[in-house]
């Protein structure tokens, strides 16, 4: 498979997301990595592997995407580097040094958001021998997957998105909400079936954690729904499973997947991974 400028390019499972090969993204030119984010805008995923990036070029290097977003947990941002967010198991001085097992559970993030982000990407600083694998769901493909008639049951869905609910029901980090917090993060609401502003292509587009209800559908058969939805999509046909290796960058797209962080044994490994957001615009 080949780009415009001649990217080296192989799928990550059938029909989603790319490796991008013979690219390192601190010194390609202007094209290249023009060529990089179209790969990104068309396949859902992308993966670099061998990347040798500070703090500062990741900051650049997403800026390619969109701006770059803020994070909602400030103290686990890089000192100096606030678009930069830490996930890890490290202490200092006893002190995390990051958020552990932040993004266990499938979800897409910022969902609580009115503009959540358009792209996530992660950057393997330190990574455990076994475990921590990162999972993608490919919602088109779950979407294409369903029959005309269930796809018009569900078109036309909401949902309620609240993260004053997902901290405080959260497996990992649950935690009491200062009123700042409440006050920046109110709930709000999206659709079940996203549109993909770059050609109009359909995706399921559920989550956990956040999702408290399907608007105007009583509970609990509202969540059960999301919950087959979220089963449906996870399921082996529509996943990549990322294993990570130092210097890899995995970036996907939010607006057509979801993803899951897996657990690791932390009595034994470090993981530390550099997060990073473009922001993204409102679903429809
Ligand atoms: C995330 O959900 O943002 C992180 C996933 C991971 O750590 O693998």
Redesign the pocket.
């Known amino acids: 498979m080949t780009t415009a400028v001649q990217l080296k390019t192989q799928e990550l499972k059938p029909g989603f997301g790319a490796e991008i090969l013979d690219v390192d993204l601190a010194r390609a030119d202007g094209e290249t990595l023009a060529g990089v984010v179209d790969t990104f805008h068309r396949h859902g995923a992308i993966l670099l592997r061998g990347q040798d990036m500070t703090p500062a070029q990741l900051v650049d290097f997403v800026a390619l995407f969109g701006e770059p977003e803020d994070h909602t947990q400030k103290q686990f941002t890089l000192p100096g580097q606030p678009k930069v967010f830490v ?1 890890s198991n490290r202490e200092v001085d006893g002190k995390p040094i990051g958020a552990h ?4 559970g499938w ?1 897409t ?1 910022y969902s609580y958001k009115a503009q959540p982000v358009m792209c ?1 990407m ?1 950057y393997a600083v330190e990574v455990p021998a076994e475990g ?3 999972l993608l769901a490919d919602g088109c493909a779950a979407w294409n997957a369903l029959s005309p008639e269930r796809q018009k049951e569900l078109d036309g869905l909401r949902l309620h998105h609240s993260y004053q609910h997902f901290m405080a029901t959260r497996e990992f980090g649950r935690q009491e909400l200062s009123d700042e917090l409440k006050r920046d993060n109110p709930d709000v609401e999206h659709p079940l079936i996203r549109t993909h502003p770059a050609d109009g292509r359909k995706a399921l587009w559920p989550s956990t954690g956040t999702v408290t209800e399907v608007v105007g559908m009583e509970n609990p058969k509202g969540l059960e729904l999301v919950d087959e939805l979220v089963e449906f999509m996870t399921s082996d046909p529509f996943v990549f499973r990322h294993k990570w290796q130092v210097g890899d960058v995995l970036m996907w797209d939010n607006r057509c997947t979801l ?4 657990l690791y044994d932390d009595t034994k490994y470090f ?1 530390t ?1 550099h ?1 990073l957001w473009a922001k993204g615009d409102a679903p429809y």
Do not use: I, Y
């Open positions: 996930l097992n932040d993004g266990v979800h993030d996530t992660l921590s694998d990162t993803h899951t962080g897996t993981r991974m997060r």
